[in-house]
T-cell receptor, first 116, second 110 residues
Framework: EADIYQTPRYLVIGTGKKITLECSQT?????MYWYQQDPGMELHLIHY???????EKGDLSSESTVSRIRTEHFPLTLESARPSHTSQYLC???????????????FGNGTRLTVT | GQQVMQIPQYQHVQEGEDFTTYCNSS?????IQWYKQRPGGHPVFLIQ?????EVKKQKRLTFQFGEAKKNSSLHITATQTTDVGTYFC??????????FGSGTRLSIRP
């Protein structure tokens, strides 16, 4: 199974703070994704990348930004956190061994962000 | 844009009863994927269907992909407490994106 790591697991932060959520993978996948999920709700694609220096916005508008300077890392940044950003942020990569169009995803454990 | 609808939103069953969740897309899908998310956890991939009319089984779980590749279902026979969680379908689109349904939350009375 592919290895994907997200840190921190939980984060409580005050309004106006800048935060970066880390996502890293060890499999060298070009494709990486960020999903946002409110508790018990559906997953919304907010950012994706098809390789180094390639980033695209997803279907749900987000005030967050991402970067892909190295294949292994796909960090997500909020310049000024607000209570409306409280949610779970899930990073994902294609599952190992399945290199087909629209490959199923392997998710990290997620970061549960609370902005007070 | 493309939408993937899932019903019901919630299902509460007695242990041992069957459970079914349905997934419908507004457009033809390249494939359909199913995930399970335990409370407090992250989605975990269960299975992928690619062919029109495809049926796959995993023990007590049966997955179907519609003939028109626009709908799918997941059926669990004789539910157990370990089946508790939210089940998501996700459709692969021509734009190389995976669009998730809204999920069906399954709870079980022991």
């Amino acid at each position: 199974e592919a290895d994907i790591y997200q840190t921190p697991r939980y984060l409580v932060i005050g309004t106006g703070k800048k935060i970066t959520l880390e996502c890293s993978q060890t499999m060298g996948h070009d494709k990486m994704y960020w999903y946002q999920q409110d508790p018990g709700m559906e997953l919304h694609l907010i950012h994706y990348s098809y390789g180094v220096n390639s980033t695209e916005k997803g279907d749900l508008s987000s005030e967050s930004t991402v970067s892909r300077i190295r294949t292994e890392h796909f960090p997500l940044t909020l310049e000024s956190a607000r209570p409306s950003h409280t949610s779970q942020y899930l990073c994902a990569i294609p599952r190992q061994g399945i290199s087909i169009f629209n490959s199923p995803l392997h998710f990290g454990n997620g970061t549960r962000l609370t902005v007070t | 844009g493309q939408q993937v609808m899932q019903i019901p939103q919630y299902q509460h069953v007695q242990e041992g009863e069957d459970f079914t969740t349905y997934c419908n897309s507004s457009t033809t899908l390249s494939n359909i994927q199913w995930y399970k998310q335990r409370p407090g956890g992250h989605p975990v991939f269960l299975i992928q269907l690619v062919k029109s009319g495809e049926v796959k089984k995993q023990k007590r779980l049966t997955f179907q992909f519609g003939e028109a590749k626009k709908n799918s279902s997941l059926h669990i026979t004789a539910t157990q407490t370990t089946d508790v969680g939210t089940y998501f379908c996700a459709g692969g689109s021509s734009a190389s994106k995976i669009i998730f349904g809204s999920g069906t939350r399954l709870s079980i009375r022991p």
